[in-house]
């Protein structure tokens, strides 16, 4: 009988915890991880360019309803500083 590439199953309950951490580090680096930089440094660019405090403005009726700071639409707390620009040479 083939194996057809089927992983082998073990009934160890160490084997088990070690082959789901392997799949969730695996989930978490390939699929998690680009997105939540991606919107990390979206969020920054917003901020440089000065449109994140408009949004802010914009949003804050609606975040109002939520108890919340208009800011709370972004993934950066309300009056955090902008990342330092790099030095120039």
């Not at 580090?25 to 699929?31: E, G, K, L, M």
């Not at 949004?55 to 500083?81: D, N, W």
């Amino acid at each position: 009988m083939e194996n057809n590439g089927a992983v082998k199953s073990s009934q160890n309950p160490f084997d088990i915890f070690v082959t789901g951490a392997r799949k969730g580090f695996h989930i978490a680096i390939h699929n998690l991880m680009p997105n939540v930089v991606m919107a990390c440094v979206l969020a920054e660019v917003l901020n440089l360019l000065g449109i994140m405090p408009f949004l802010g403005q914009v949003f804050a009726p609606v975040m109002g309803l939520f108890g919340l700071p208009g800011e709370a639409i972004s993934c950066s707390p309300p009056g955090s500083p902008p990342l330092p620009a790099p030095a120039s040479r």
